[in-house]
């Protein structure tokens, strides 16, 4: 077959205050292919595929679609073209249902009457043809990420889609409904559906794409067949330097235990039982929805604890609210950034300052020095992309959000640190810098729980790894006996 130029992008720059976001990139994409699109967090992905779904406008440039030429794309006229884009931020409403959720805007009406049962008749159908069970009548609100996922390429999939494009799709999800989405994806590619993927997990771009597209710093450096790339050449073009051993070595001991947990019910999850020694990290691996996320903020005050007891040394530890957890030292690292773990409103230098205010000020005046220092400090470390600290973090791309969030509390007062999902939406070079960053911790005796969807990073951090399926714990594992194959086991329930 020839290739054929669906569409191309030519030209296109935007400028925010103080950030060049996109720096005259052209691209072309082949009517059918997948097309991947990498590079670094802030390296321009999502504000170049805003600027094809009308999200935003560039401040130059066109766009050809089908040989007509467009200085700019409205959200309209993008749905018209049948333009459909998964963003990294859901745009879920969360009190509507499923079924609600994929036709809004297009509800299926007779003389002005809903008709609810055809619509969720329509949603059960798309369902099945994704091959998943997501019930229409659920409200939104109460899924997963996983689902919220699952809903939204079904909502794409409700429209006529000639070009989808997918920014950090399998985030949220777990090896299973990777799987899932890629099987999905296949399916469109033999309708000759554009695909245009964007993804940190650089074995998803081998796997899934035809063709791949990196851009650093705004700048676009090549399109490449992904069949002639390797990862090593990916990676330099991603980060202009050579990344090895993803997960590096650490000289740090185990030490005594400082917390017990035992018998932990809540959130419905049963009976969580285990000890957490200081220096050590201590995996948490299982399906989305095996309740991993839910015992971690019954322990941590946010949800109620129906029965258990948890000591941190000799003292019994019951937080009630995160208030008293984090008084306690143990503090939630959560995995939706949005939602909870960032204040978008506010500067990432006052996001950072929030849960440090006492290392940095006397008497409630605080030092601004010191707070320029500690945010100064952290925004280097973990090299978050910003114009300056006073940036607002709504306006920071997707995995800088995620960085402030960890800078928040890497600055100092936790003494248990519970990551969900730490390195989700995270380039491959800021992974290795978290990794660093939390062996450093474990040196200095702090102990780390880490839920984690990324097999890879279970097996490369973890000391030991609990595996949860469906509420119930099915298995610790000890270092000497990680595998793969053992973890998928245990989260699948065989034993
Ligand atoms: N509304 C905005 N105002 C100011 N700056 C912005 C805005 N939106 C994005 N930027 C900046 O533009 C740059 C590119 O951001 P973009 O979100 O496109 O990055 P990305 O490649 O998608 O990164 P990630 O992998 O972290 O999602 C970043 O430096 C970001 O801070
Ligand atoms: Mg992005």
């Not at 600290?389 to 306006?395: E, L, S, Y």
């Given at each position: 077959m020839q290739d054929r130029v669906l569409l191309s992008m030519q030209h296109i720059t935007k400028q925010y205050p103080g950030v060049l976001a996109l720096d005259d990139v052209s691209l072309d994409f082949y009517e059918g292919e997948t097309h991947a699109l990498v590079g670094e967090n802030g390296a321009g992905k999502s504000t170049f595929i805003k600027v094809l779904s009308g999200a935003i406008r560039p401040d130059e440039g066109e766009i050809h679609i089908n040989g007509f030429r467009y200085n700019e794309i409205t959200p309209l006229l993008a749905r018209s073209l049948g333009i459909e884009v998964i963003y990294q931020e859901f745009n879920l409403m969360p009190a509507l249902s499923v079924a609600e959720n994929i036709f809004v805007g297009n509800i299926p009406a007779q003389y002005g009457i809903v008709n609810r049962m055809e619509m969720e008749r329509r949603a059960a159908g798309i369902f099945e043809s994704m091959g998943v069970f997501v019930d229409p009548q659920a409200p939104v609100a109460d899924l997963s990420m996983a689902y919220m996922q699952l809903v939204e390429i079904a909502k794409a999939l409700s429209k006529n889609v000639r070009i989808l494009i997918m920014d950090?799709?399998?985030?949220?999800?777990t090896k299973n409904e990777v799987e899932i989405l890629f099987r999905l994806m296949k399916r469109l590619h033999e309708k000759h559906v554009t695909i245009i993927y964007i993804s940190h997990r650089l074995n998803e771009i081998f796997q899934i794409s035809d063709r791949v597209s990196i851009i650093r710093d705004g700048q676009k450096i090549g399109t490449y067949l992904t069949a002639d790339m390797s990862r090593e050449k990916l990676i330099w073009g991603m980060v202009g330097r050579e990344i090895t051993d993803t997960f590096p070595k650490s000289e740090k001991k185990i030490g005594d235990v400082v917390m017990r947990v035992d018998k932990l019910c809540g959130n419905g999850v049963q009976d969580v039982s285990f000890e957490l020694h200081g220096g050590e990290i201590l995996g948490f691996g299982g399906l989305v929805g095996a309740g991993r996320t839910e015992i971690m903020r019954v322990l941590f005050g946010a949800d109620m604890r129906d029965s258990g007891a948890v000591w941190l040394s000799d003292k019994e530890f019951n937080a009630r609210s995160p208030y008293e957890s984090i008084a306690a030292g143990v503090v939630l690292i959560p995995e939706d950034r949005k939602r909870q773990?960032?204040?978008?409103?506010?500067?990432i230098a006052d996001n950072i300052a929030l849960p440090n205010l006492d290392a940095i000020s006397h008497f409630s005046v605080i030092n601004g020095a010191a707070e320029r220092k500690l945010v100064g400090d952290q925004m280097t470390s973990l090299r978050?992309?910003?114009?300056?600290?006073?940036?607002?973090?709504?306006?920071?791309?997707g995995g800088n959000q995620q960085k402030v969030v960890l800078a928040k509390w890497l600055a100092?007062?936790?003494k248990i640190l519970i990551f969900d999902e730490p390195t989700r939406g995270i380039d491959v070079g800021v992974k290795q810098e978290i990794y660093k960053l939390m062996h450093s911790l474990c040196e200095k005796g702090i102990a780390i729980i880490m839920i984690s969807s990324d097999m890879e990073e279970l097996l490369g951090m973890s000391d030991r790894i609990i595996v949860l399926c469906e509420g119930t714990q099915e298995g610790i594992l000890q270092k000497e006996n990680f595998s793969q194959e053992a973890v998928l086991s245990l989260a699948s329930g065989k034993q």
């Open positions: 950090e799709p399998t985030a949220p999800l773990g960032v204040v978008l409103n506010l500067t978050i992309v910003a114009p300056s600290a006073m940036q607002k973090v709504r306006n920071l791309s100092g007062v936790a």
